[in-house]
């Protein structure tokens, strides 16, 4: 299936600013119609709450689709982490708008609490929640999501930029992870199969949960073995490659 327009995702915290320039890689060497959509809370929509369940959140999504995605129905979607549970809740609720969905690093609430959430990832995460500044917030979160670049500080510098450009609220991440914990895999997809990407050496969210998925949906799994949670950081023409050969 060639598939030109593909929706990107981002995860728990983050917005499309965080792709870097992932996005144009796709798009020069994929040939890919790249759109991107913040979730609501955080980037373009930090004004706002975020909402509590997945569902919401996939549906506030749906009413702000770019023209281009709604005259090219179905497209495609790359999710990352928590974007992946808004991807799976789409494909159940509405798969006439998905032409392949690619899960990148993603978990559900019937995996095991310390696989969605490592137990050695605790400290750093409670470290980013609670950070009195911007600047120490983003250099938790960046030792924690990336295992090539955590100590580069170009990206640092990147990331704090956006933080103070548009305001991450904890509220919005507490909202966040609520929705997270409650949403559950849905028990049965039907259409093409999906794929899943995951990296063995994430300190975040272990690549178990994506081999729940694998499994449950009899799906296709590739593993990374060194990049972080953040793979499209980590290993931007890795990833290319995979979609290359998968998508």
Same mark, same amino acid.
């Given at each position: 299936?060639n =598939?030109?327009?593909? /929706?990107?995702?981002?995860?728990?915290?983050?917005?499309?600013?965080?792709?870097?320039?992932?996005?144009q890689?796709?798009?020069?060497?994929l040939g890919?119609?790249?759109?991107?959509?913040?979730?609501?809370?955080f980037g373009?929509?930090h004004?706002?709450? %975020?909402p509590?369940? =997945?569902s919401?959140?996939?549906?506030?999504?749906q009413?702000?689709?770019?023209?281009p995605?709604? *005259? &090219?129905?179905?497209?495609? $979607?790359v999710?990352?982490?928590l974007g992946?549970?808004?991807?799976?809740?789409w494909?159940a609720?509405?798969?006439? #708008?998905? *032409?392949?969905? =690619?899960?990148? &690093?993603? %978990?559900?609430?019937d995996?095991?609490?310390f696989?969605?959430?490592?137990?050695? *990832?605790? +400290?750093?995460?409670?470290? !980013?929640? /609670?950070?009195? @500044?911007?600047?120490?917030?983003?250099?938790a979160?960046?030792?924690?999501v990336? &295992?090539?670049?955590? &100590?580069?500080p *170009?990206?640092? #510098?990147?990331?704090?930029? =956006?933080?103070?450009? #548009?305001?991450?609220?904890?509220?919005? $991440?507490?909202?966040?992870?609520? !929705?997270?914990?409650?949403?559950?895999?849905? +028990?049965?997809l039907?259409? !093409?199969?999906?794929?899943?990407?995951?990296?063995r050496?994430?300190?975040?969210?272990?690549? #178990?949960?994506?081999e729940? /998925?694998?499994?449950?949906?009899?799906?296709?799994?590739?593993?990374?073995? %060194?990049?972080? @949670?953040?793979?499209?950081?980590?290993?931007?023409?890795?990833?290319?490659?995979?979609?290359?050969?998968?998508?």
């Open positions: 299936m =598939i030109k327009h593909w /929706l990107f995702l981002r995860g728990l915290g983050r917005e499309q600013g965080h792709w870097g320039d992932f996005i890689r796709c798009e020069i060497q890919w119609h790249c759109h991107c959509l913040d979730l609501p809370g373009s929509e004004q706002r709450p %975020s509590t369940r =997945i919401e959140i996939r549906h506030d999504l009413q702000r689709l770019p023209e995605l709604k *005259a &090219n129905t179905p497209f495609g $979607v999710a990352l982490s992946g549970m808004v991807a799976l809740d494909l609720t509405t798969p006439e #708008q998905i *032409a392949k969905i =690619i899960f990148i &690093n993603t %978990s559900t609430g995996c095991p609490l696989q969605r959430l490592r137990f050695a *990832a605790l +400290p750093t995460a409670l470290s !980013a929640l /609670l950070a009195p @500044h911007e600047h120490q917030r983003e250099r979160a960046l030792k924690m990336s &295992n090539h670049h955590a &100590n580069d *170009a990206l640092l #510098q990147a990331w704090y930029k =956006i933080s103070t450009t #548009q305001a991450i609220k904890k509220i919005n $991440v507490l909202r966040q992870l609520f !929705a997270a914990a409650r949403y559950r895999a849905p +028990p049965e039907s259409g !093409a199969s999906q794929l899943l990407i995951s990296s050496a994430d300190r975040m969210v272990s690549y #178990q949960c994506s729940y /998925l694998a499994a449950k949906y009899r799906w296709p799994l590739v593993l990374h073995s %060194s990049a972080g @949670h953040d793979l499209p950081i980590d290993d931007p023409a890795w990833l290319v490659e995979v979609f290359k050969r998968n998508a």
